[in-house]
């Protein structure tokens, strides 16, 4: 059975042949990359706006349109949803300290 992260992704997927004027994701793919990373960066501060007021149900609510869009963002640059899942799991067995300092982060 298919997560429903995945069956977004693969909607989305499908979304890039849609008619852009019947289709908003295939009207955001068509807009390209700046414009979608644009998106991706205007629901974040909209999710971090919900989060610091404290407003769970926008919340939750923007963070799906951050979700969306950063998969609108992931089709667009050709990623697959399987790489992120293994990106995923390999870091789950690391301490977060540890996996930022092998890439040379800064700590908060």
């Known amino acids: 059975m298919k997560h429903r992260l995945d069956e977004l992704f693969d909607t989305i997927r499908e979304k890039k042949s849609a008619n852009p004027k019947i ?3 295939a009207k ?8 979608i990373a644009q998106k991706v ?3 974040a501060v909209e999710t971090i706006i919900e989060a610091v007021s404290g407003r769970q149900k926008q919340l939750v ?13 992931w089709v667009d640059s ?7 899942w293994d990106e995923i799991d390999r870091r789950a067995s690391k ?6 300092a092998n890439r040379g982060e ?3």
């Not at 050709?78 to 992120?84: A, G, H, S, T």
């Open 23 to 25: 289709s908003y994701t």
């Open 28 to 35: 955001l793919l068509k807009s390209g990359t700046g414009t």
């Open 41 to 43: 960066g205007e629901e």
């Open 61 to 73: 609510n923007e963070s799906v349109d951050l979700l969306y869009h950063l998969m609108v963002l």
């Open 78 to 84: 050709d990623i697959k949803l399987q790489n992120i």
């Open 95 to 100: 301490s977060g300290i540890e996996e930022k």
């Open 106 to 108: 800064k700590k908060l």
